[in-house]
Each structure stands twice: as structure tokens, then as C-alpha cells.
């Protein structure tokens, strides 16, 4: 009987991103196992096991803080470390540990944040992350960057810190909520992460400010149970954590492998879990944009299904005439009406080849492409890539 391996995995099962991680990281062992896993269920804080214990082969572990990165250190397991402060990454280095980093693509992640943002037509912007967190100040600097090329300014909350420790949310919601009184209106905000957009949302609804007309949210990670259940319902940007955790496994895999065999050293790596796509709910249904017929329009784009969409029915949502529409298009948005039906195809198109089976004909139907060969044309300009090219390289496995 082949003996299994043993892995600990010190990540939190309340959030999306984690549970995505882990639903990779076990197709990976359901393929090359069997694996047994070491499990403690919670949020971000886990505990590492006992080795003298466990006697376990490697490790994939979320590091909040310096005194978890220094226990990983002492277990001398080949480890995938997930969001590793840098100081850590050198230390680690320094010990010869055999580890890889995985992170997600702040950077993309946020730029299609802003770029949502920015195509609604504020004039205003705001950031809200968390105080200590090496992914939220990522995508906070990165936020601040992509505004900057645009010319435009940031409004930035600072988590209010004190003895070192953020506050607690009771005592802190009072503050953001005052915060978010004082931002000009109407304005779009980024947070950090999906339950900072609930948090958000929350003080927005206490301070009596109408979402999505007044504050524009959207957030990062795309977890489905805090999304929905955020009121009003949560925009995020999905992240391919399947994918993640599956790459994961396997270069743990490849470590755990190396060291029985007592192969050479293991260079250091990196894992980056890339963004998929926006899935936009009502926290970002609004358009700041003064004409109120242009806004009007880009709403009912944006609601109808895609295959339904013809010039002639955009107009028809509107108090003017096709052609007053479309000069209106071009000057306020820069495209044709009929260029915004496509893009708003091409993004439905993505989310389907991701998220299901649908065959390519089966996807160009539903979409409202007339055959799946002009699909697939206008879809490769559109992208660079063939549907059937992009889908193969988010998949897992």
C-alpha cells in the first residue's frame, strides 16, 4: 500500500478566496494522492501543528505575522506560503527552506477595478483596506498608481490603529461611517477585499448614503456568500483561487518528492492567482454621468440579456432619437452604441467560458452572436485569444 502524504493547510475556510484554494488543492490530491490533511476550520488565524505529533510532509500556510512565519520555520517542511512579508521571504531564503510564495495579482486585479470605475464616469474615487495587511496596501498603492496616470485624486482611509492593534469593528464603524459622510458625492470606492465591501456597505447604509447612487462599491475575491448577502448585493473581481491552490499542491508536491530523494536545492518561486473577471451586482449599477438619456441607456445595456440587445431597444429606453443617441455615445463615452452591445456581449461570453461547460457554439448563442464563427472572430480581436484558448488557460488541470 502506497503511503499517504501528509499536509497541513493553515488556511481560512470563512472566506471564498480560501475555500477556492482549498477545492484546488484537492483535485490536485484526488489526481497524484492520496493525501491526508491536517485541517483547523476558521479565519485568517491557524495554528501550527505539533510536529513531534503530526509527523507531516509539507505544509501550505496563509503567514499573517511575523511569530507564524517563524513556527513555519522551525517545522524545516518544504512550505507554500501564502502572502509572505518580505522580510520572511529573506529569512526563509537565508535558512535554505525549501518554500514558494503564492499571491494574488493585486495589481490586475485592482486595475480592473479602477478600469470599471473609471467607466462609469466619476469624478471622485476612494479606497478603503485594512491597516497591517500586505495584499490590501498592494492594492491600495496600486489604486493610488492607475488614479495618478488618470489625473485623478484619492480619497484614502486610514484605519484607525491604536496601541499597534486595529480596532475592533464595533468601535471602528462609528468612524467609517463619519469618513464616508464627508466624501463628495457621487463617488466610486474600491475596498480591499469582499468583507471590507460588506463592512462598507453596512456604514454607508447607518450613515443613510444610497448605494449605488451616491457610493459606487466594488470589491476583490468575488466570495459569493458575502457578496450576496451584502445589501445592496457586493460587485467583486474574481480570482482563479482554484486554479491557485491546484498549483499549489503540486509544487508542494514537487518539493516533498525532491526532498525524499535528496535532490539538489529548490530555487524559490512564486504563485500568482490571476484575476478572472468582474461579476457586477447592484453595488455598482450607476452611471455618474449628466446625461441623464446616455445614463439611462448604459443601465438598460447593462441589465437586459445579451442576446436581446439591439440598437433599436437601447433607443427605445431613452426619451431621445437614435441619432442624438449615438452623437451623445460617442462624445461622452467614445464608442457607438453598437460597440457597447459588443463589449457588453464579449464580457458575458468570459464569464461563461469560465464558469461553465457551455460549448463555444452553445456560448455564441446565448450571447447573440448570429453564427459561432463571427464569435470566435470578433472574440480573438477583441482579446488576442480564440475562446477556446482562453478558457484552457484559466482551467485547472
Known amino acids: 500500500m502506497v503511503a499517504s502524504i501528509k499536509v497541513a493547510l493553515l488556511v481560512e475556510t470563512s472566506r471564498g478566496y480560501g475555500r477556492g484554494l482549498l477545492q484546488g488543492i484537492m483535485q490536485y490530491s484526488r489526481l497524484h494522492g492520496p493525501w491526508q490533511f491536517h485541517l483547523t476550520p476558521g479565519d485568517f488565524e491557524q495554528v501550527v501543528p505539533r510536529m513531534k505529533d503530526w509527523k507531516g510532509d509539507g505544509i501550505i500556510a496563509r503567514v499573517i505575522n511575523q511569530k507564524t512565519a517563524n513556527l513555519l520555520l522551525k517545522t524545516g517542511l518544504p512550505l507554500v506560503v501564502l502572502d509572505l512579508p518580505e522580510s520572511a521571504a529573506v529569512t526563509f531564503q537565508?535558512?535554505?527552506?525549501?518554500?514558494?510564495?503564492?499571491?494574488?495579482?493585486?495589481?490586475?486585479?485592482?486595475?480592473?477595478?479602477?478600469?470599471l470605475l473609471l467607466a462609469k464616469r466619476f469624478r471622485h474615487f476612494a479606497f478603503v483596506g485594512y491597516h497591517g495587511q500586505v495584499w490590501s496596501e498592494k492594492r491600495e498603492q496600486t489604486f493610488i498608481n492607475r488614479m495618478t496616470e488618470e489625473g485623478r485624486?484619492?480619497?484614502?482611509?486610514?484605519?484607525?490603529?491604536?496601541?499597534?492593534?486595529?480596532?475592533?469593528?464595533?468601535?471602528?464603524?462609528?468612524?467609517?461611517?463619519?469618513?464616508?459622510k464627508n466624501l463628495p458625492k457621487p463617488i466610486g470606492l474600491m475596498v480591499c477585499n469582499d468583507q471590507r465591501g460588506r463592512e462598507v456597505l453596512d456604514a454607508c447604509s447607518l450613515a443613510e448614503i444610497a448605494v449605488p447612487e451616491e457610493i459606487s462599491v466594488i470589491g476583490i475575491d468575488n466570495d459569493e456568500l458575502l457578496c450576496e448577502l451584502s445589501f445592496p448585493p457586493l460587485s467583486s473581481v474574481a480570482l482563479?483561487?482554484?486554479?491557485?491552490?491546484?498549483?499549489?499542491?503540486?509544487?508542494?508536491?514537487?518539493?516533498?518528492?525532491?526532498?525524499?530523494?535528496?535532490?539538489g536545492p529548490f530555487s524559490h518561486k512564486k504563485i500568482i492567482v490571476p484575476p478572472l473577471h468582474i461579476v457586477e451586482r447592484r453595488s455598482t449599477e450607476s452611471v455618474a454621468i449628466d446625461?441623464?438619456?446616455?445614463?439611462?441607456?448604459?443601465?438598460?445595456?447593462?441589465?437586459?440579456?445579451?442576446?436581446?440587445?439591439?440598437?433599436?431597444?437601447?433607443?427605445?429606453?431613452?426619451?431621445?432619437?437614435?441619432?442624438?443617441?449615438e452623437i451623445r455615445f460617442r462624445k461622452l463615452l467614445g464608442r457607438t452604441i453598437l460597440q457597447e452591445i459588443q463589449k457588453v456581449r464579449i464580457e458575458r461570453a468570459k464569464r461563461l467560458l469560465l464558469e461553465t461547460a457551455y460549448s463555444v457554439e452553445q456560448i455564441a448563442e446565448i450571447v447573440?452572436?448570429?453564427?459561432?464563427?463571427?464569435?470566435?472572430q470578433f472574440f480573438r480581436i477583441e482579446t488576442g485569444r480564440t475562446p477556446a484558448k482562453f478558457r484552457r488557460e484559466v482551467r485547472v488541470g
Open 240 to 263: 482563479n483561487a482554484v486554479q491557485g491552490g491546484y498549483l499549489a499542491a503540486a509544487a508542494l508536491h514537487k518539493m516533498i518528492q525532491n526532498t525524499k530523494i535528496r535532490k
Open 291 to 325: 446625461d441623464h438619456n446616455v445614463a439611462t441607456a448604459l443601465q438598460f445595456l447593462h441589465t437586459q440579456p445579451p442576446a436581446e440587445l439591439t440598437i433599436d431597444k437601447v433607443v427605445a429606453s431613452t426619451c431621445v432619437s437614435r441619432r442624438i443617441l
Open 368 to 376: 447573440g452572436f448570429s453564427t459561432s464563427s463571427y464569435f470566435v
Open 153 to 180: 485624486d484619492v480619497h484614502l482611509y486610514k484605519m484607525p490603529v491604536r496601541h499597534g492593534a486595529s480596532l475592533q469593528w464595533e468601535k471602528e464603524e462609528p468612524i467609517l461611517v463619519q469618513c464616508l
Open 94 to 115: 537565508r535558512e535554505g527552506v525549501r518554500f514558494v510564495e503564492m499571491m494574488s495579482d493585486s495589481d490586475g486585479a485592482t486595475k480592473m477595478a479602477v478600469e
